[in-house]
């Protein structure tokens, strides 16, 4: 099973009835008077990552499990939204909704498909979008890693392989000397802090249904263990979560040492944590979840902060939102207000600037993401003028996209594309985005 934010938060949603008092506390944060606008040389983007929206990434773990038997995944990644062949028409959806920025993510598996081989045409690749976007005025956000890694990592035991974080500073050596110069922003690492934290959350079905898969994958390949990138499976979490915290490090002094002015950072999932009753356990779910990756950020240049949920948290455990809320395609609440929330707590603890790396909705009712944009950047506005610095906020995600185990079903996407043609179609919301940055960003 992939770990994503989904299922992050669906493994939270435990079952205490919500009291009177905890309702009013869920109903208290309101929206303030609308500050001034977003700053003129505010980062306006939309993401994407390779796996998901590339295509045919055939060297990559997930590629290995998602075809294996028995698999975790619905479906197969297949073409994905052919965005490999694809990604100028992507460049022009970003640009046509007045975005000045894309994030996106590089394909470890492509790049290095065999240990110490890395390929100069797809490093060229990655080079073409990086400049391609440049072009077009859109600054590129690249991330080193979201989630996939290659199958020869994965079979060496993934992050659990005392040699991973060395071998993933390797790869931002070679990936960096080819292509930070081009770079606007970079982030090592996407949502590391959840490796090993889920198996103690979800049911003992899934865990064990993941556990089933990469058991085959390890028989299949005549090695002990095989560990994706993204698995939920993990022998010793603890053991993960060091190599991670290493890699990153290791990550971003191998960009640095290439080019030294480069912003680099780590992007941390995290929920809007909200305290509904006095002696609840939410700070020790901060704890668990992010304080440690919020304490390493205190050397990066910046921290990316991806939000999609809140959580009201009671003595024993999360509590129900109200029953009044609007909801996303697994039924938990869609609350605006989150992002501010969740980018105040990391800025309070990292006391770095603030890079909203993915924000968004799973749903196939495209009101709700309408809806939600401009309430989640009018609490963005107020979270910075009281003096939170957050340099860019990009939305998850420009185009619907294989969302890992789920497939294609849940869409997160600014805009659809059709399987067959591949041709993209903007939803509504992506006009919202486009208007609200039109209309509340200084001198546009």
Not at 263 to 274: E, F, H
């Amino acid at each position: 099973m992939a770990i994503d934010r989904r299922t992050f938060v669906a493994a939270t949603a435990g079952g205490l009835a919500m009291s009177a008092a905890s309702h009013a506390v869920a109903k208290a944060v309101t929206k303030a008077a609308a500050p001034g606008p977003f700053p003129a040389e505010f980062i306006w983007g939309a993401a994407t990552a390779g796996h998901q929206v590339e295509g045919n990434n055939v060297n990559a773990d997930c590629w290995l499990l998602e075809n294996i038997k028995p698999t975790a995944f619905t479906e197969p990644s297949g073409d994905a939204a052919n965005s490999f062949e694809l990604w100028r028409t992507d460049l022009e959806l970003a640009k046509n909704l007045g975005l000045n920025a894309y994030r996106f993510s590089l394909e470890w598996a492509r790049i290095e498909p065999e240990p110490g081989q890395f390929s100069i045409a797809m490093l060229d690749h990655y080079k073409q979008v990086i400049e391609g976007a440049r072009a077009m005025g859109l600054k590129p956000i690249v991330t080193f890693n979201h989630f996939t890694t290659p199958i020869w990592f994965a079979a060496r035991g993934g992050w659990m392989n005392d040699e991973a974080p060395q071998l993933f500073a390797r790869f931002c050596d070679h990936a960096a000397r080819r292509l930070a110069a081009g770079i606007d922003h970079a982030t090592t690492l996407n949502e590391p802090n959840l490796a090993g934290v889920l198996q103690y959350l979800l049911p003992p079905g899934l865990l064990d249904q993941d556990k089933a898969m990469v058991e085959a994958a390890a028989k299949k390949l005549g090695v002990p263990l095989f560990l994706a990138g993204n698995a939920l499976y993990q022998p010793d979490p603890a053991k993960v979560q060091a190599h991670l915290q290493a890699g990153h490090t290791l990550g971003k002094a191998a960009i640095k040492a290439v080019r030294g002015d480069l912003p680099v950072g780590v992007s941390l999932a995290m929920i809007d944590d909200q305290e509904a009753e006095r002696g609840s356990v939410r700070d020790a779910m901060r704890e668990k979840f992010y304080n440690s990756w919020l304490r390493l950020a205190q050397a990066d240049d910046f921290l990316g902060v991806q939000n999609y949920e809140r959580a009201l948290w009671g003595k024993t455990g999360k509590l129900p939102a109200p029953a009044d809320a609007r909801r996303n395609y697994i039924g938990a609440e869609v609350y605006p207000a989150s992002l501010a929330g969740a980018v105040r707590y990391a800025h309070d603890v990292s006391k770095v600037p603030i890079m909203v790396t993915e924000h968004g909705v799973g749903t196939d009712d495209d009101s709700t993401r309408a809806w939600m944009i401009p309430e989640a950047l009018d609490h963005l506005r107020i979270a910075m003028a009281d003096g939170v610095p957050v340099k860019g906020y990009c939305h998850w995600s420009l185009i619907d996209n294989f969302e890992w185990v789920f497939g294609y079903k849940p869409r997160f996407g600014l805009h659809s594309f059709d399987r067959q043609t591949f041709a993209r179609t903007p939803k509504p919301s992506a006009l919202v985005y486009r208007d609200y940055i039109k209309n509340h960003t200084a001198g546009a």
